[in-house]
């Protein structure tokens, strides 16, 4: 790894784990939802740490391709994930927090796309960018589920 890809690096890093913090959220939310829209929303978390999964081992593969290391323990991804999610009681706080844990995740990709750019990095700000565009198309769906 080279100087120039460091800050690139370090964003794709909080990538992951932003992107694996959410992913144990959307599936301990597929666990514990309740309610009358149960089925529904059983199945929109499973439909969203699924995608969340395939999307983990891309970002650390990119992080390799870059040559540095990809986290090596849940503490070292955890310590890239930021804050956890406020714990939900219903149906619709998990629906509340999953949006903001989107919202937070589109945040860093918007920042880490323009630094990869900044560095002459089009691989890693055309991932990024395909990231972003499946964290606003989920949030659009999410946000139009609370209406």
């Known amino acids: 790894m080279n100087g120039t890809n460091q800050k690139t690096v370090d964003n794709l ?3 992951l784990g932003q992107t694996f ?3 144990f959220q959307t599936q301990s939310y597929h666990w514990n939802v309740e309610g009358p829209n149960f089925r529904q929303l059983h199945g929109l978390f499973e439909e969203q740490y699924t995608e969340l999964s395939g999307a983990l081992d891309d970002i650390a593969e990119r992080i390799r391709i870059l040559g540095a290391l ?3 323990s849940v503490a070292e991804m955890m310590s890239y994930a930021g804050d956890d999610a406020a714990p ?3 149906a ?3 629906i509340s927090n999953t949006i903001t844990a989107h919202r937070t995740l ?5 920042q880490a796309i323009a630094q990869a750019a900044d560095e ?6 055309g991932l990024l960018t395909d990231r972003l565009a499946t964290h606003e198309k989920t949030l659009w769906m999410l946000q139009a589920s609370q209406k």
């Open 70 to 72: 990809a986290p090596v």
């Open 120 to 125: 002459g990095d089009e691989v890693t700000a």
């Open 21 to 23: 913090n959410l992913y």
């Open 13 to 15: 890093r909080h990538v």
């Open 88 to 90: 939900a009681h219903s």
């Open 106 to 110: 589109a945040d860093t990709l918007r």
């Open 92 to 94: 619709a706080d998990m």
